[in-house]
């Protein structure tokens, strides 16, 4: 970094299109003038979208993230009022806040809540290996602190309103800003010389989502394109595009291109999901791509992720859903608030994109189509992909295909060749697809010799409860990891529930590996589904859902025991092509029991299992 400590400079801040608050202007030049220079203030920064208002960082100490409020006491006010938690069947308080004018009184959302968003997106999404750290200890939250200035109020005046819980957030008004011996009390780590619980290797990290780097063509690796995907990565002003493409076809690669040659014009970029495991993976297919652009052009979300984001940073508070259903709630109602809003022009952070590329599209609804077209800008570009024979949530998709009230036009785009799944295993994915899936989407096409130099091996195994399975389970990653040399990093186990994860976990824990998985319990709901990505090196876990769109080396799936047919298929196929080498099937639903029998291969894994 050079020796510049303030991101962007103040010529720069100066040029903002909106410019800076009054109460921003004063906490930035406070802290410019007193903070030590060890410390780097940014104003306003990236972060992948949610752009906090202040942001100091400094590498041996911690970060500290800043909401600046210039509200006036008399016109908000806050209350506590009792919430009710289903999961845990129990209440609770909460504090909610107000706002009033001559337009009457209305609740908006919680200050605290909003810039411990920022931290939260920051040590469990950007940074994940930051909330596994805090998972396993607490104490290293330490390093992440978060503030409120009110710039409008006194520090008691602000205290009162936000409930005088200091400990949960570092609340102050003007007065603490009359003097530089009150940093201290504004900054309450500025003493420390190190945090214990601050890694090194962090920085650079949380500086990448602050200040996104220039990616250079050198900084790639070269993606190899072939002439199919070739046609489907150019921009394209004004279209709205659907690629049709078969697992293992390129999509992603596709989509990542795409996007790397729209962020090297200086088009803002919107890549999102249904599955929140999923943006990882994309992030890293764009990081290997060769072309010069700023990575601040290109943000990563998931379709929820997006809603909750942008009704929490424009005032509205997340609503409850006792009265809906979770599908009713989720799929419908959250929708029609953002597109409410935004239509009403309500867009504090200018969330504003030239193109919004939907990967996974087999998973969105008309409705979802119809809000995210509301945040396109006048270049108003689309690129939508999909795979009918993942549609493991059974979607209907019939508003793409007839196109009425959308600005799809023209013939699908498709890919119908598979460079990803071994031929071996992809004849076993269209045999099962063919029995189990006829008449569902396009048939993938295998290329010739296509991962036949991993030498790739399958095997099936009827098992008939889950102690034998587990025993079973543990059998096969041993033999793949001591006996194969396979590294655990390399390997995957799919299972259909996270109650069912959490209890091959321990089982394998039991036994001293080391297991990074998406499973969640109620008091870490969704923090592991953000820390899954690839670059870690244990050995991998997940529900079929939350896989869906990677693919790694070695899958192991563990069947659905139970459920609609339907639903089954669809998880099964999607599992079979997860994989780029082997492939090992413990079957407990009799459904599936004579297909592993018809198209099993003893020569390859059944000795194992014997043994």
């Excluded at 697809?433 to 290329?447: F, I, M, R």
Aim: hydrophobic share 35%; glycine share 4%.
């Amino acid at each position: 970094m050079t020796n510049q400590r303030i991101f962007p400079n103040w010529d720069q801040i100066r040029s903002f299109k909106t410019p800076l608050t009054a109460g921003e202007r004063t906490l930035i030049t406070y802290l410019e003038k007193y903070l030590p220079q060890t410390w780097n203030i940014f104003v306003q920064p990236f972060f992948n979208g949610d752009r906090p208002d202040v942001v100091i960082i400094n590498q041996k100490i911690g970060v500290m993230i800043f909401e600046v409020k210039d509200w006036k006491r008399n016109i908000y006010r806050s209350n506590l009022a009792v919430g009710f938690d289903k999961s845990q069947n129990s209440k609770f308080q909460i504090r909610q806040f107000f706002v009033h004018d001559n337009r009457g009184e209305w609740k908006i959302s919680s200050p605290i809540k909003q810039v411990d968003r920022y931290r939260s997106n920051l040590i469990n999404q950007y940074v994940p290996n930051i909330g596994e750290r805090i998972d396993i200890n607490s104490k290293n939250l330490a390093p992440f602190k978060i503030g409120l200035y009110f710039h409008g109020m006194s520090t008691i005046n602000a205290l009162e309103l936000t409930g005088n819980n200091p400990k949960q957030c570092t609340v102050f008004g003007r007065d603490q800003l009359d003097s530089s011996n009150n940093l201290a009390k504004i900054v309450p780590d500025v003493k420390l010389q190190y945090s214990i619980s601050m890694k090194t290797k962090w920085y650079n990290d949380i500086v990448f989502w602050l200040k996104p780097p220039f990616h250079s063509v050198e900084q790639g690796m070269k993606i190899v394109l072939n002439e199919e995907q070739k046609r489907h990565v150019l921009p394209s002003s004004g279209l709205h595009q659907r690629l049709r493409g078969v697992a293992g076809s390129g999509k992603t690669l596709v989509l990542a291109q795409r996007a790397a040659n729209l962020a090297s014009k200086g088009k803002r970029v919107l890549i999102i999901s249904y599955n929140m495991t999923l943006w990882h993976y994309i992030k890293d297919h764009v990081s290997r791509t060769q072309k010069n652009f700023n990575w601040s052009e290109i943000e990563f979300n998931h379709f929820h992720g997006f809603c909750r984001d942008y009704l929490l940073e424009n005032g509205y508070q997340w609503p409850h859903s006792e009265n809906d259903s979770d599908e009713n709630f989720f799929n419908i109602r959250i929708p029609a608030l953002v597109s409410k809003y935004i239509q009403q022009g309500i867009n504090t952070k200018n969330r504003k994109y030239d193109a919004i590329l939907i990967d996974e599209g087999q998973d969105f609804q008309k409705e979802w189509y119809k809000m995210l077209c509301l945040f396109l800008s006048e270049n108003d570009e689309l690129f939508f992909t999909i795979d009918e024979k993942q549609n493991i949530y059974e979607k209907d998709h019939n508003w793409i295909d007839s196109m009425i009230d959308t600005k799809f036009r023209g013939r699908w785009r498709l890919l119908k060749k598979c460079y990803r799944t071994p031929v071996k295993i992809l004849k076993l994915a269209n045999l099962f697809s063919q029995q189990y899936l006829p008449n569902v989407g396009e048939t993938p096409e295998p290329v010739p010799n296509q991962g036949e130099i991993f030498k790739p091996q399958y095997g099936w195994f009827n098992v008939n409860n889950s102690t034998v399975t587990k025993s079973a389970l543990y059998r096969m990653i041993y033999w793949l990891t001591k006996k194969e040399k396979i590294h655990p990093s390399d390997i995957v186990v799919l299972v259909p529930t996270h109650k069912e994860g959490w209890e091959y976990v321990r089982y394998l824990e039991g036994y001293n590996f080391n297991i990074n998985h998406v499973f969640e319990d109620d008091s870490t709901y969704n923090r592991h589904k953000k820390s899954f990505w690839m670059g870690d090196s244990r050995l991998k876990m997940s529900t079929i859902h939350s896989f869906k769109g990677w693919e790694l080396l070695n899958v192991i799936l563990i069947t659905p025991s139970k459920g609609k047919n339907r639903d089954t298929d669809f998880l099964m196929y999607t599992s079979i092509t997860r994989t780029r080498q082997n492939l090992v099937v413990f079957n407990t639903n009799p459904r599936y029991s004579q297909f592993g029998i018809q198209s099993q291969n003893y020569n390859d894994f059944l000795s194992v299992y014997k043994n």
